[in-house]
């Protein structure tokens, strides 16, 4: 088996090693970037730099929309947000890099994101590709957040990390010796799947006591009545700690030393969850080599999902997570 090059996100002299010597050569150019997520839909403009330019976004679910419909009004965001770019008279964005919640067939071919019922295997990046007239690109939302935590972000000069998202739903994304893993369908990551509470709720996975089925915005709501909003101090640090559970295992089987964690529920539950988070993993991951791994808060805020889709899009052009899927591995 012939592996791709590795990438080292964190080394600039790397990253400019792109297949179009344009992504990175002329500083005008700007990346087209959405994220699609349970609960909105964003798309914005960024620049080959990661300098976010718009950034506009919609509710994602609306009744009575079927999944044509809500790929109609994506594009329509997409379009005022082309239009404006336009106005301010920016170049055509020469590639589109979307993150989308899984799971999903390699290079988001079919998509079906635990969050948007609607979307059962929707033909998503092709149907993008042409109606964009742009080369497009498609990853997981938070492998995404991952790339994007590394480019410009929390895990600036590391090159072993996990980047998770807690929100609607909850997520992940590995980075591994400067590179971010695929898996043989681009799932990889999935830590919202790992099972936290043997015993626990019923996950809509199938499972149950999933990490995405009790600490997610979604699990939230449906172990306590109340939105995450709402939460009380019990719920937080619950919360935290079922987090700091699941990455104790994936640091300790990876070998890392930080995870980065975004999303509405992390983020807005704020200090209290990551101090929780953080003193499980102190109890939990117990191996010398997992001792000191460190839980955070992503850096990039709100603009975090549309930096993360521009990094897919940039990871397509220099030949990584693309459109073709790897052969099979022996």
Known sequence: MTESPVVDLTDPSEIAATNDPTATNDPTA????????????????????????????????????????????????????????????????????????????????????????????????????????????????AKALALAEGWTGAAVGHRDYLGMVVSTGVGGGIVLDGRLLDGAEGNAGHIGHITVEPEGHLCRCGNRGCLEAEASGTGIAAITGRPSAEAGPEVVTRTGTLVGRAVATVATLLDLRLAVVAGSVALGFGAPFFAAAQAEIDDRARLDFARGCVIRPAALGADGPIVGAAAVGRRGLEGHGGRDRPGPRQ
Do not use: Y
């Open 30 to 141: 700007t990346i087209l970037a959405i994220d699609i997520g349970g609960t909105k839909m964003a798309a914005g403009i960024v620049t080959v730099g990661g300098e976010v330019r718009d950034h506009r976004q919609i509710p994602t679910d609306q009744p009575g929309r079927d999944a044509d419909g809500l790929f109609g009004a994506l594009v329509e965001l997409v379009a005022t947000v082309r239009a404006a770019s336009t106005d301010r008279g920016e170049p055509d964005p020469i590639v589109c890099g979307v993150g989308c919640g899984g799971p999903m067939t390699w290079g988001g071919e079919a998509v079906s994101p635990m969050n948007i019922g609607a979307w059962r295997s929707f033909p998503l990046r092709s149907r993008l590709e042409s109606a964009l007239a742009l080369p497009t690109f498609v990853d997981n939302d």
